[in-house]
């Protein structure tokens, strides 16, 4: 954006003089040598890095000191993807002016009720927080109001939205981001990583104060209400359940015929079983390219198995009889148990509009040059202007009466919010109408 470095400006000059936990770090808080004018390394938080809060007298403490705090609420959450099964929170990070920063470890506190209940009528911010919520939401955390960081800058038109990124364009500091794929499930964690995920709340409130102002400029604070609004509503939920989610093995797509599909069906769920059983990501009990090597091949001794790519571990050797036993199932199902292709749910994959339908095909493209021309006369992306999803199955299957009103009214089913209706409805219904 044109006007980044103004804004960076004038979010640095407000804070001048303010003294408030809230504030940025002068560059010799952090301990750089930065020269004059160039981003600010922060790699340190300007209070110290809290010590994890792992005991209930711990928790109270924290809590009346941010019942105590004053303005918004700074939260963040480390999960262990790639390494747990589930996606619980393994740290929860808060900073609030008034109250410092916490960092509160879950595993023996996983009531954090006390701690919702004392900042509940604060507006939360987070980064990405729909990756967040359901995880917050299990440990009794749930906003009432919330500014999520980076849909803010998805919605002012920046390109860059990580949260690293921002903090650079918007307040002039840099923050390392190299733990974030570590095993937070460990313990003890390391201080390096405590650092990191304190400074991970650190500027988030500042971040939130120039996005704010920056969606005031664009006239789009009205739009992000109803967005944050959105995810208040349906952040929290858990993601949905999907019929055979086996489907999605990596590499799939290389296996031929519903007997060897069966096999992958089979070892897929051999897999899950052990991973939730174990608390660890299926991945690493058994990877998506040895379930599909042996699907193709059907090894039937365990010498021949164990010569297969992804199954030359030790803890993958050692399961070797449960492998070869649901190899062993998927041979043994009869021709009606067999998987068949599943009924797709929606509208046809778009590559085959023309062929089934060349007139919705011809609808599609007219509506998705609208929401492309929309979205760029507004400077947004066209996924946020509108779900790629909602114009595919309104395209594939239009109201019988074509008006702003019945079109809208598809649309609001879908999720659709006011202000998206506002920008898109009079285009939409005319290029659905056009024959």
Known sequence: MTDEPP????????????????????????????????PVPLTTPRDGTP??????????????????GTGPVALDAERASGYRYSQRAYLVQLR????????????????LTALDEAIGDAEWVLHAASQDLPCLAEVGLRPRRLF??????RLAGFERVGLAALT???????????????????????????????????MLVDLRDALDEELTRQGKSAWAAE?????VRNGARPPRVRAEPWRRTSGIHRVRGARAQARVRSLW?????????RDAAPGRVLPDSAIVAAAELDPKDEKTL????????????RLARTWLAALDDARQLPEDALPVAPTVEGPPPPHRWAERDPVAAGRLTRCREVVVRIAGEHNLPPENLITPDSIRRLAWQPPDEITDATVGEVLRGFGAREWQLTLLLPALTEALSTP
């Open 148 to 153: 999520d960081t980076e849909l803010a800058a």
């Open 96 to 111: 609030r002016e008034g109250a410092g920063t916490a960092l509160i470890d879950p595993l023996p506190l996983p009531d």
């Open 168 to 202: 650079e364009q918007l307040l002039g500091y840099t923050l390392e981001k190299h733990h974030s794929a570590a095993d937070w499930s460990s313990r003890p964690l390391p201080e390096s990583w405590l650092t990191y995920a304190a400074l991970d709340v650190e």
């Open 269 to 277: 769920y051999a897999r899950d079983q052990i991973a939730a059983r």
């Open 7 to 38: 804004l960076r400006r004038r979010a640095a000059e407000s804070r001048t003089g303010d003294a408030s936990p809230s504030a940025a770090p002068e560059p010799e808080d952090v301990g750089t040598d930065q020269p004059s004018g160039g």
């Open 306 to 317: 164990l010569t297969l790519p992804g199954f030359g571990g030790r803890s993958v050797r």
């Open 227 to 231: 967005e944050f609004a959105a995810l």
């Open 51 to 68: 010590k994890p809060v792992a005991a209930p007298s711990e928790l109270d403490e924290v809590v009346a000191r941010f019942a105590a």
